[in-house]
């Protein structure tokens, strides 16, 4: 009685694609404030697909904030104070003028160059006085 034994083996090479980044702005996608008040945007709770949103991005991680007014007319120009850097994962406004509608885009890009945006529509309203009796 004889035994033989067979065996073979395979070599597989799998190719795993990059997830995607997710950009996301903390809040609500549409808000309101009034003249005078100022307006924290927080793009760090943006995500890499591969590591999930409990991951923060890593350093080098590009923010690239823009601005444009829809009303009272569209136009290039925000119709808001920005009083923070442009490449940070927070950013602040400062409410101007009554009757604006913005919106705001953050470009957030990794080293990979893998990029996406996410938007915030900011309408400004007039600054409410003291009540009177």
Do not use: E
């Not at 823009?66 to 569209?74: E, I």
């Not at 490449?87 to 990029?115: C, E, K, P, Y």
């Amino acid at each position: 009685d004889k035994k033989s034994s067979i065996s073979a083996s395979n070599v597989v090479k799998v190719n795993v694609a990059r997830g995607s980044l997710v950009a996301l702005v903390a809040g609500a996608s549409a808000q309101t404030i009034s003249v005078g008040q100022t307006l924290s945007l927080d793009a760090g709770v943006s995500y890499d697909q591969d590591t999930g949103p409990s991951v923060t991005l890593p350093p080098g991680t590009v923010y690239a904030w823009s601005c444009y007014s829809t009303s009272p007319a569209l136009s290039s120009s925000c119709g808001l104070d920005r009083s923070s850097p442009n490449n940070q994962s927070v950013v602040s406004f400062l409410a101007v003028t009554a009757g604006w509608t913005s919106v705001i885009t953050v470009t957030v890009m990794d080293v990979h160059r893998r990029q996406a945006q996410a938007t915030v529509t900011l309408a400004v309203i007039a600054a409410s006085g003291p009540s009177v009796a």
